[in-house]
Each structure stands twice: as structure tokens, then as C-alpha cells.
């Protein structure tokens, strides 16, 4: 009886309920404006039986299950007499909206079946609450049924449940998250079974991806405004997939595209070490409109640590010139750093002659300035200046090995001919990753001596989700108004 | 009919029986309804505790929740997860103190070439 009131008092609100919409990005109309993510998966019941996903079931598995998680949702599905995988697709396999605030308070609008609404009625018998919603004590949990969708939220914190559901009821664009800028780029997307949005740090801006599958692996489309990196990108000459290619063989990662000439973002580590050693407006006036940039390793021998290696080529425009000025960046920087380290800076050598390699002794100074960090040891800075790709080129390095690689994917390659209709593009090894990554868990007290365990946890599950995928490439473009758009191929290992 | 002198008065054989005292003067009469008055306070005060001690005795012998609050866990999980791949950022080279670092720029070598110094027209973050 009292299950059948709850029910009545659950529904008599129910007249006016019409679904987030079913365009691309339809979750951010039933989400306030001061919520800080979104997420819609659409028929997940379709995408968690897809042999497409199948290689990264274990490491989602990994990232999003516990064992609280399992022991409570074995049991609520025991309470509804079903199995566990039968309740997730009955309960968010349909449809599902999740919604968080910065505050960590959340909601769920998700899309289910009448009559598994009138089991959870009837088996939970949650308690009747104002504003049709109904209590589910057990779970600690609120809900409320908008038919077709059932909102969640979680007891006691149920203000942005609340605020969904009235954006629920009564539809109100300019009162939604489709109201902020850049919001309506998203929206005029089409609509991917995977949609995550989420407010960029600066402006209130809003940002998001939309994942799809293909065979073998997922497609991207990410859409933003452009802030600060690596939501950013440079437009120049059209970035060259060729060379971003030629230079992943071997690499973790490697990108082609154009030097960032705007606000220098200390968050990224290019524009840090160019800080480092101080560009002046010369030295910018010098630099063309392509740069190329690798990740690789190296391992060290006393440890089997691997260690990542950065390398960077600008184009230039006069290479004499360039040479010298980056002759100069060096030894500032060098400076820089020993004062950093505490340490007086190595005696200047004779500069060495024209297209020759140039080696700066950087790993004791970088030793003594990060406290022993393995990525201090045997990090160095190598500089070249080379002629390929139909232009000149200033190499920067930290390892020998990486500068002489991109100097010969540079000398190959073949001058800008194979460009991609994009500013950047990019090209990441999940395998190599996934290697690279794994090498450090066994020295995770040399990496983070206060909390090695919880490092070395990371490390794995880091490890984990980055062995699933062969390899992610990317196309990233400037877009109208200050946004940028890209497109992120992800290719999935074997199952 | 008149009720005679001599027979038995069944009315007042009836209310003793049932517990009536029948008091014969004013003042015992006055000390029945004190009396009264007192018990039916005590019989409320008695009624008022069992239901006190009823309530307590329900609010602590209740069944705890019989599962995880699975709503909480299910977002706690993957905001776990994610914070657990955040824990990398543990691992990762931090500097020590900066300081000095304008003294390097005014040592900065004089053959390092055209460039002017970091202070100069360097880009500021």
C-alpha cells in the first residue's frame, strides 16, 4: 500500500517530463549553469558488449570499480532479485546523464523502464519526500521519477537533483549549461554515444569530446575554447602528419605543427624550458612558422628506470643567426639553472663550428636542483642546427640519441609536401607508454619518497589503461571565435 | 418505588465492589479526587515513558543499512580512480627554492651571442 502511494506521489509530478534532448550534447540542457561536468553515455548497454571495447574493459574496470562499489551493487541487485549485469543495463544501459558540481555534489538522470521503476518501488519501498522524490534509505540515496527518466542524487545533498529535474520538467535554455560560451559548438555537434563536457578553468567557458566507435579502436571529435595548454594550438603553416609520423617511429609521442607565440603557459614544459633560458623578440623574429616535438627514453642502466627525453625543432629563418642565438639561450640557461642547483656553472667550451652538435653538461646541476629525481640523471641539453624539410632548422635536445633521430627525420623528410588539413598534428605508442610508465613502479620510492605506495599504484593503473591502446593520433585545428576543434583517433590493442 | 429502610442498598454494594469509595463527609471526598488526580498523573507519566523507551529502544535497534550506499560508491569509484592516476603527479621533479635566479641572469656569459638577457625582452610568464 504504502509502496503503491509512493509511486502515486512519484508520478503526479510526472505530466510535463520531456528528455534532455536527443541532439548532440542534449546533457548540458538539463544541467545548471554552475555545474563543473557532464557526462552522457548513450545505449551503454550496446557499447559495454562491444568486441570493440573488449581491450579496455579491464583497465575501465580497474579505474571506475571497487569494492565497495561491487559489494553494494551485487547487493542491490540481489534486493531486486536480478543479476549485477542485468541491473546495469536495465538501470543507466539505456540513457544516462551524470552531472557534477565542483562542490562534488552530483545527480544521474538516467532512462529506464517503467516497470523496473515499479520493482525498485516495490522491492526498496523507499520512503515518500517532498517534491516527488522518494528516499531509498539503504542506498542513501534520493530519486525521483520523471517518466521516462529517473533522476538520482545523493541523500542530504540533493540541490543539484533538484535543479536537473526542474530543467527537466520545464526546459529553459538560457538557464542551462547550453547557455555558456562556447556551449553552443558542442551542441551543434552530432550526438556521440560518449559526450563529455566540462567548465574550462578560464572564462566559464565550456569544452567536451564526443566519442564514437569504429572498428578497431574510437574516434574523438573534441570541441573547446582554446585556453591555456594543451588547450591551445598555434595556426600557421598547416602542420605536416609526414614528419609527425616519421618522427613517432621510436617515440612515445611526437607532434607537428607550429611554434606558440602568445602568453607562454608555465604548465607547459616547452614553453618552461624555453623561459628557462629567455627569448627575446630577436629570437622569436628568427623563428618560422613549423616546430616538431618528441617524446622519447632512455633507460638508466643502474636501474632499468626508463626515463622520458624531450626534443624540439623550430624552423628558422636564418640559420647563422639562429645558431648563435640559441649559442646564447644555452648559456643562459645554464646559468639559470646552476643558480637554481645552487652550484657554480660549468666552464664555457670553446663553440664549436657551424652545424656541429652542441653539448651543455646539464644532468649534475639538474641532480642537485630536483633532489636526486631520476629524471635529473643524465638529462643534458643537446643543440644542432640542420637544413631539412625544405627549410633550416634549430634542434634542442635532452639526450643525444633524440637529437640526432629528429635530425634524421628531418633531413627525410620531404619538405611540407604530405600536410594535413589541421595545426597540429600528433601521434602517441601506447605500447611504448605502457612500457615506459611500468618502469617506474619498482623505484616508486625514488620518485615520490613520502608517498611511494600510492605512486607506485598510479603508476600501474597508468600502465594499465595505456597497454589497451596501440596508438592515439590526433588533428587539432583553430577554430571560429577562438575555439579550437580536433579529432583523436584511438586505435585498441588485441583483446 | 421508595426504597425501604431496612433493605439492602445494591447500588452502593455495587460501586464498592467495582472500587467506588463513597465518601461520607466533604473532606473525604475532597481526598478521593486528590487521590485520583495523582494516579491518573502517574498512569500518564508511566504511558509517557514506555512510549519514550519505545522510540529509543526502535531508533537503536534498528537494522544498519544492509548494503554500501551504492549511489555514493558508484560515483566515489570513478572519482577514485581518477584521483589515483592524479597520484602520478606525486612522482614528478619538483624544483627547490628559485631563488638566485636574477643573479644568474646578471652572470649570464657576454659571448652568448646576440640575444639580450631573460630580463631584458624575454617573455614574461
Known sequence: MRSALVAVACVTASAAALPPGDAGFGGLSVAPPDAQLV??????RSLRKDPVLVPLEGALAELAWSRTLQEGWGRLADSLGTAPDALLDRLLGSDAVFVERASGEWAILTRIDPALHAELIDRLKPAAAAGGQAVLEAQRATVAWRPPWLAIGPTGRTGLMSACVALLERPDVDGSMLALPAASTLAAQSPAPVEVAWRQADGGQVGGFGARLRPNGLTIAVRG?????PFRVASGWPADG??????????????SGSPWRGTPDP???VDAILAEGGMDDAMWANIGSRMALVVGERTLPESGIRIPTLGVAFE????????RQWDGWGARLTARVASRAGVAPPASRPRPGRGEVREVDLSPMLVAAFSDHPFARGTDLFMQSISGAGASWQLLATDLETCSRMAGALRAAGGAQAIAVADEVGELGGTMLARHVASWQPAASAFAPSSPEQFARGVALAARLAESVDRVRWRIRAGAGGTIEGEVDVDLGAP | MPHEAGAPDVTEAVMSRLGYARASDPSAARRLRVRRRALRVAQAGVLLAGCALGVAWWAS??????????ADALRGSVSGGVELLGSLRLGMPRAKDASGVQAADAATPASAGPATS??????PF
Request: glycine share 10%.
Open chain 1, 267 to 269: 604548465a607547459c614544459p
Open chain 2, 118 to 123: 631573460p630580463a631584458g625582452g624575454a617573455r
Open chain 1, 316 to 323: 628558422v629563418r636564418d640559420a647563422r643567426l639562429a645558431e
Open chain 1, 39 to 44: 557526462v552522457r553515455v548513450r545505449d551503454g
Open chain 1, 242 to 255: 609526414t614528419l609527425a609520423s616519421a618522427l613517432a617511429r621510436g617515440s612515445i609521442l611526437a607532434t
Open chain 1, 225 to 229: 575554447a582554446a585556453g591555456q595548454w
Open chain 2, 61 to 70: 535497534s534498528r537494522p544498519a543499512p544492509a548494503q554500501p550506499p551504492v
